[in-house]
């Protein structure tokens, strides 16, 4: 009998026996690895995300890029670490930061992102909801590689005075349509809003309409329904035996499942790939009422201990994954950059550092390729694993003057000489944990141990090999000295958002 030629996808698509496919990245904000039913959650109230593991592919072992929002966005969507494309600071060792209204940076124009790459392609791209990657002109999502934005370029923080603050603007396309609190309600005393359900349509009129017109389509779908102060629709709120965010959660896996639904519906579900994932871990500091479940694991959102960076993440495409598969595959949201790009036959750039690979070996043939995950917070690359092994180089949950005001990462999990309120470093000796043994991180490995000899032994190769060829990026994510940069450039962001992106088209 004549061996099976496996013709490689993008190959395939060149010699026209089928379509390249839709990408549809549906990325959560603040989410949980113990969100999901699928990942042991109690209650049991995702049963359309359930329903996607079960069609599709879990992945255990998938990360953020960073444990907070705009440095995991930004790696995503460029296939880089933070510290590489500048969404970092050099304002403090080891300290996360963001894009509020008083950050004046934002993505370069020298970083390449997934939706420029697909765009040469033929594919239309569309983002709905949180953009998080800067406010300036330069930084809008038309401006780098997105046909059209239905969403915000922060988070639904507020409400604002409009005085020193305006409230978050949010946008279609190039016009301001409004802002939140304002034009786009939210009760925080009730925790009611119907955001879910306008980005929902939004999505099902994009897909619909990219059908009708057969045009390949990128939707990347980065709702925030589950970032404190979480919200979900009237129908949605008082359902969850989890309270209000357990009720922001089952709206989104309503969603998630008209979502694919509806890609049935339309005949293309085999031709489009879908991803679930979330940007960070579960806000611990938020929970129970605001924050989500990180399952087994240590601390949350801020720390780079597994609660913090670790995600649930399912993959999604019938005919082509093999259903209820679960992969152990080492993953990083990164990784979606790379991927994406071999779905549709293109080779990343080959003129810098990409960290992202690609899963399409895990996914369609269930193959483990060898790689390292590294942690960072911040500038500093606080730990790394490599197999089974995770070694903390640096460890810190937060100062302890936060801690003090309340300020708590790791409510109820301390872990004495790990989960430490000091910057600790040990580089000379780093803390090792076997993950399969200890998901927790709370045994460290008996320095003196054959097993911490030889493991080590590996690390720090891959370590030393990633410092050298290590390139920071210009940091874009440091605060605005009003001192030094004056109250006219600081204010810029401040009071002007709205009107700057219609600037420059």
């Keep these: 009998m004549a061996r099976a030629v496996l013709v490689p996808l993008w190959l395939c698509w060149a010699l026209g026996c089928a379509a390249p496919p839709n990408v549809v990245l549906l990325l959560m904000d603040d989410m949980g690895w113990g969100d999901l039913g699928a990942f042991g959650e109690p209650s049991k109230e995702t049963p359309n995300l359930d329903q996607m593991a079960s069609e599709g592919m879990l992945f255990l072992d998938f990360y953020a890029a960073n444990p907070l929002c ?86 639904h923080f507020g409400p604002y005075d409009n005085r020193a603050l305006p409230n978050i603007p949010v946008y279609r396309d190039w016009e301001m349509i409004g802002r939140y609190y304002e034009d786009f309600k939210i009760d925080l005393r009730t925790g009611e809003a119907n955001l879910t359900q306008i980005y929902l349509q939004e999505a099902l009129d994009f897909i619909s309409k990219q059908q009708a017109s057969q045009q390949p389509f990128f939707l990347y779908w980065a709702i925030d329904a589950t970032h404190a102060p979480v919200y979900a629709s009237k129908h949605f709120l008082g359902t969850s035996q989890r309270g209000r965010y357990g009720d922001a959660v089952r709206e989104i896996d309503d969603s998630v499942g008209k979502i694919l639904k509806h890609l049935q519906k339309l005949g293309i579900s085999e031709n489009t790939f879908v991803f679930f994932t979330s940007d960070n871990g579960a806000a611990l500091i938020s929970a129970p009422k605001q924050g989500g479940s990180n399952g087994p694991f240590l601390c949350g959102k801020q720390t780079t201990f597994e609660g913090g960076m670790r995600e649930p993440a399912i993959a999604w495409w019938p005919g082509h994954i093999p259903a209820g598969s679960v992969s152990r595959q080492l993953g990083s949201v990164m990784d979606l950059f790379t991927t994406s790009l071999s779905l549709v036959g293109l080779q990343p750039p080959s003129d810098r550092q990409i960290d992202g690979i690609d899963l399409l070996p895990a996914i369609l ?19 790394v694993r490599v197999g089974l092994y995770k070694a903390h180089y640096w460890t810190w949950s937060n100062s302890w003057e936060d801690y003090s005001k309340g300020i708590d990462f790791c409510p109820g999990q301390n872990v004495s000489g790990v989960t430490t309120h000091l910057q600790e470093e040990h580089s000379t000796l780093p803390l090792l944990f076997h993950l399969g043994r200890d998901p927790g991180e709370k045994y460290p490995l008996s320095f003196a141990s054959d097993e911490y000899q030889g493991v080590m032994r590996r690390i720090s190769a891959v370590v030393q090999q990633h410092k050298d060829t290590m390139v920071p990026g210009v940091p874009q994510l440091n605060v605005c000295d009003k001192a030094v940069m004056g109250m006219c450039l600081c204010r810029l962001t401040q009071n002007t958002t709205d009107k700057v992106f219609l600037t420059l088209k």
């Design 365 to 383: 043939q269930g193959k483990l390729i060898d790689r390292p995950i590294f942690y960072y917070r911040g500038n500093e690359m606080m730990a």
């Design 70 to 155: 705009s440095p995991s966005r930004a790696a995503l969507l460029t296939g880089r670490l933070p510290v590489r494309n500048g969404f970092y600071t050099t304002n403090a060792h080891a300290r996360n930061a963001y894009t509020p209204q008083d950050i004046v940076g934002g993505i370069q124009d020298s970083e390449i992102l997934l939706p420029e790459l697909l765009k040469k392609a033929g594919y239309t791209n569309k983002i709905i909801g949180k953009w998080h990657l800067g406010h300036r002109p330069q930084f809008h999502p038309l401006k780098h590689g997105f046909d059209e934005w239905f969403g915000s370029p922060n988070c």
